[in-house]
């Protein structure tokens, strides 16, 4: 697509803001998109068709909706996997869409496993020219159709949980990479406890992506403030960043705040 995006080009802007808006609403529709571009139906229809050939989404009767991943294949039928992948979708959309905007053309970044990083993923601005450093087998899928995007997947054990890669081999791949940002995905925050994991495996590999990175910022919706799970990551001390939702009450955010955190609302 980033062969589109020149400023002259009518088309490529119309791609732009109909990639932005399904990642922001989870679909489009044709008679919107024609009224809001001032274009007949059958020109927004061919910029789907295209948008689709490239990958960038799926086109259903009247509009479209994003692209999901054969990776998700096999969990079609999961009730518990799309109930984790829904839960607080639209904070978590806005999220992603907020953490991409920080990212600069030509760095290198990493990201953890979890729903909220996926769309980080999946929010990543077309033309982003950034290299990916990541743990995570579906987050090397999801770019597998971007040329404008350079990954790295680390090699381990792959766990259940979230399709994560852990374990020393990980960990001896991810510390050979330094890299301008991280975004971290948590079970839980807390200003007392730092950053918390569920599984012990996933925060040790975490442990090391912290370290490498210039920057270090929290992608977590607001249900995850102030909970503490059962490994820790890292100190709160060693965060500069928490994107969180406009559902983060400011009892939830102060202690974040005190602590010279800079918080994010999206």
Known sequence: MSDLLTPDNAAAVRAQTIVEKLLHTGTVAVDELAALFGVSVATVRRD?????????????????????????????????????IDRNLAEKRRIGLAAAALIQPGEIISLTAGTTTTQV????????????????????????????VRVFVTGGFLTGGWFSLVGPATTQALSQFFVDKIFIGVNGID???????????????????????????????????????????CPITDIHQLITDTGASEAQLAPFRELGIEVLLA
Request: charge should be positive; aromatic fraction near 4%.
């Open 191 to 233: 200003a007392q406890k730092g950053l918390t994991s569920l599984h012990p495996e996933e925060a040790a590999v975490i442990q090391v992506m912290v370290r490498q990175a210039k920057q270090r910022i929290v992608v977590a919706d607001h249900t995850k403030l102030g909970t503490v799970a059962s490994s820790l990551i």
């Open 48 to 84: 789907l068709m295209e948008l689709e050939q490239r990958g960038w989404l799926r086109r259903t009767h009247g509009g479209a909706v994003p692209r999901e991943p054969l990776l998700y294949e096999p969990f079609r039928y999961d009730s518990s996997f799309h109930e984790q």
């Open 121 to 148: 993923t999946r929010s990543l601005r077309p033309g982003a020219n950034v290299t990916v450093v990541t743990n995570t087998v579906n987050v090397a899928m999801e770019l597998s159709h971007r040329n404008d």
